[in-house]
């Protein structure tokens, strides 16, 4: 017999209804009395400290990193460090999270690109979203028949945005990174190695204050090429 | 992809996503320590569930319901299966993998089949049915390309079938 998707949505319902007044017998074990502190702690901060509130606030993943596991906000507090005054980031083995402290929003993003670009790539595209605008660039093998793509995205800095950057081993890559800097700002390059076909890739972040706006960068070029373009960035004229 | 963006919905939004967080993290501590014996490889998945649910709280109706009970649920089990199956030396079978019982009164029918699925069969179909995940929303929570999802739904609705028709005979 073949099931019909009303059959299937009919079903699904019943089985989820089941499941969400299931006795789970460990349902009261709860965090540790110290982390319930920590948690009520960073609540009243919130209140008090406006920093710490705007970070509380606009971020609940931050807050998921503050809260989840009597660690984290230990790493928070020793290695969440004002990078560049309007950005802070909190690392682990396994993911850095980028927060901003300033919302810069308010006009349409301006248009920029790249001054520079390797030989052999071409611009494609520059597409608008609501809050991000991504600028696309590839370079084409007629040969190979081979389509390396690179591009850059930004967007402006903003307290409602929290940045994850997975590191460590990840879905078959290899992630790691290192302390770059991009027209003397502060700058994040993260090296992908994909495990399987051995490719490797840079994904570099970094904010340019002045403009108000927070910058990544993706390619398969070098890490100094990579550099060079995210240099070579300017606004349109 | 390497990094991804999160935009954080509206104020109140938050202040409800903040609430389910309170409401549903023991629950979930609870779920993943099932599969995760060590308490960090724990509270990694209900971190990662959490990600996932902030990512697709529009499909959240309320807080306190057993809709979004269930919900938390399948998503901190598909986290905490997804790590154990990471830290295990041999890879099992996705099918063969046990879930987290669901009470069903056991009467053959459509519904009781599909709570006896395998674990990931059983996900999806719960996702795409009573969630309304799209294909391609599924394929970011599976770490799967389309096409590989509507294979594993296809996968799944057989087994369904299967199981039905088992059931049915068996009642």
Known sequence: MKLTDQQLEQAAKQVINALGS????EEEQTVSPAFEEQMARLLKQRKRRKWLKRIACSAASVLLLLVIGGGLLLTFDLEAQAIAGAWYRSVSAERHTYRFTEDRRGQPLPDYEATWIPEGYR???TTRFKNTTRVGY?????YERYITPM???????SDQVTMLVHVGDYGGHTITEQPVTVNGNTAYLYEDINRWNNTRNYDLVWIDREAGLVFRLGTSLSAEETIAVAESIRPVK | MLIYLQTLPTEPERRSFEALYLRYRGLML???RRFLPEPQDAEDAVHQAFLSILKNFHKISGIDCPETRAFVVIIVERKALDILRSRQKTVPLAEMEPGVDIPMPGDGSLADALAKL????RQVLLLR???GYTTRELAKEFGMTQSSVQKLIWRAKEALEKQYAEGGAEG
């Open chain 1, 22 to 25: 299931a006795p789970f017998a």
């Open chain 1, 123 to 125: 611009y494609t595209k």
């Open chain 1, 138 to 142: 590839r370079k084409e093998s007629r």
């Open chain 1, 151 to 157: 591009g850059f995205e930004y967007f402006w800095i």
């Open chain 2, 30 to 32: 609870s779920v993943a």
């Open chain 2, 118 to 121: 395998p674990v990931r069969y």
């Open chain 2, 129 to 131: 049915f009573a969630y």
